[in-house]
């Protein structure tokens, strides 16, 4: 197979490909035929926001049968030279003097068309929406945060685990698990015990987190992250949940709350740089086109220590806004995207980190404080999203642990191993999870959850 230049590397002037044949390959964005006789073609490869302009002179004969048949949407191997463009907007063009059709569009029926089409419309096209600017810029963020999440972690000395997807813990999730289960609902056990005729001979479920399982690592090599797909039934349809969703879960022994909330500031900050600097051209776009005021929160966040509230300190601070909510503040109530949003835009102009939060609002398995009415938790809000990391210092004290589990109605027989790791060499740790998905959104602005990930699943969506 003919191996074409990636179009991404044709672009600027250090590519030194001006005045060189290049094969280059990809697919038709739009095609445009002038009166002088001359085809200009859009060829985007995915490499990059930007397309490639060929221009192809009609007056070759072996273009007579091809060129026609060019539409948006079909596949193209292009050999030409490069040459330095007069056009705006564009620093080179390919001069061809050989294109070859892999795969035509009808485009009677190609439903990506020349013109904005809606997000709620290409939800229903997953297959073809990462041709679109904005879901193909999305995905190649994505891609960034991923590594640069990876490479955040690696530079510091963390260790990469996986923790399983299957689990048979649902302490966290009461309520919005999803179960795993080989039994036909059409034709349960008759009586007994419903699970001995089960796969896992037990029930069990998709994982809402790694944390618990990352703490047994923390708990031997130090400093170690997870990193991949949770799962969590929540009924909400929102523009900032998904079914579906992956998370990196730092864990650290020897990290009491302030060693966390640093690490989870250099981390958001880590990412806001990467953004600005590592993928410009995306985010000019999605200035340009989505979000107007990306750019300056990145640039805030990149910039400004984070504001560290206190929960007691922000009730109070929403309490006397003044500003009218769809959800009341009172203290040892949960706080809504809107309070949080208020909050890190409008009384901070910031991220904001809170931390103590009531301890009935919290899991078990985070430190109670000295008032012994709060626990050691921290969310970080940032501007634009709200909620994109959650986090605490874990209880290592392990009378404490048990009494928590106690108040929580949790059986320390179903966490024998998690209550072990307080009887065997147990120390302070602490650790977070950062939503890849709400990271996403907040450096593209994208506004709904669903365009950041390439197939979401929702309530009552599961398609693809
Ligand atoms: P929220 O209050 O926004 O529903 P949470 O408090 O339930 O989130 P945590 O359990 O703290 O979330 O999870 C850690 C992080 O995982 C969150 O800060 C967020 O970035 C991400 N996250 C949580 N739930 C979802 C979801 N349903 N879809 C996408 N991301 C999520
Ligand atoms: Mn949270």
């Not at 005729?197 to 090599?221: C, H, K, M, N, W």
């Not at 300056?296 to 560290?308: D, H």
């Not at 501007?383 to 589990?405: A, C, K, N, Y």
């Not at 060499?425 to 939503?435: A, K």
Request: proline share 6%; charged share 25%; hydrophobic share 40%.
């Amino acid at each position: 197979m003919e191996k074409g230049i990636r179009i991404a590397d044709l672009f600027g002037t250090e590519s030194g490909f001006v005045g060189k044949k290049v094969v280059v390959q990809g697919w038709v964005r739009t095609k445009r035929d002038s009166k002088a006789g001359i085809s200009f073609i859009e060829l985007n490869d995915g490499s990059c926001l930007r397309s490639l302009q060929v221009i192809a002179g009609l007056e070759r004969p072996e273009y007579a049968e091809v060129l026609p048949k060019i539409t948006t949407g079909s596949s193209l191997l292009v050999e030409g030279e490069l040459t330095s463009s007069p056009g705006k907007g564009q620093s080179v063009e390919l001069q061809a003097d050989r294109i070859q059709l892999y795969g035509w569009a009808d485009p009677a029926v190609y439903p990506l068309q020349k013109k904005r089409h809606s997000f709620e419309f290409l939800r229903q096209i997953a297959h073809l929406r990462p041709r679109t600017n904005t879901l193909g810029a999305a995905a190649r963020v994505r891609n960034r945060m991923s590594f640069g999440l990876h490479r955040f972690f690696q530079e510091r000395g963390f260790h990469y685990i996986n923790t399983p997807i299957i689990t048979a813990s649902d302490c966290e999730g009461a309520g919005e698990i999803f179960r795993v289960t080989t039994l036909d609902p059409a034709q349960p056990p008759a009586d007994g015990n419903p699970y001995e005729s089960d796969f896992f001979a037990r029930p069990a479920f998709l994982t809402v987190s790694g944390q618990l399982q990352a703490e047994i690592y923390a708990l031997a090599l130090g400093l170690v992250y997870t990193f991949g797909p949770t799962f969590r039934a929540e009924n909400s349809n929102t523009s900032r949940h998904l079914a579906e969703f992956w998370m990196v879960e730092p864990e650290m022994a020897f990290y009491d709350l302030e060693d966390n909330l640093r690490l989870a500031q250099d981390c958001i900050k880590e990412m806001a740089r990467i953004m600005l600097n590592e993928c410009a051209e995306d985010l000019e776009f999605f200035a340009r086109f989505i979000e107007p005021e990306v750019r300056s929160r990145l640039e805030t966040v990149a910039e400004s220590p984070f504001e560290i509230v206190p929960y007691t300190d922000a009730v109070d601070i929403l309490k006397k806004s003044g500003e009218k909510f769809a959800f009341p503040v009172e203290w040892g109530g949960d706080l809504q995207a809107e309070h949080e949003r208020y909050l890190t835009e409008k009384v901070f102009k910031r991220p904001v980190g809170l931390i103590n939060f009531p301890r009935s609002l919290k899991p078990f398995y985070m430190r109670v404080n000295d008032d012994e009415k709060t626990v050691a938790a921290m969310d970080i809000l940032v501007p634009g999203t709200g909620e994109i990391i959650g986090g605490s210092q874990r209880e290592e004290r392990l009378d404490v642990l048990l009494e928590q589990m106690k108040i929580k109605g949790i059986s320390p027989d179903d966490y024998k191993w998690y209550v072990e790791l307080r009887e065997f060499g147990s120390v302070p740790h602490s650790g977070f999870g950062l939503g890849l998905e709400r990271l996403v959104q907040f450096v593209t602005g994208i506004p709904n959850i669903r365009e950041v990930i390439p197939f979401p699943r929702t309530p009552g969506h599961a398609e693809f």
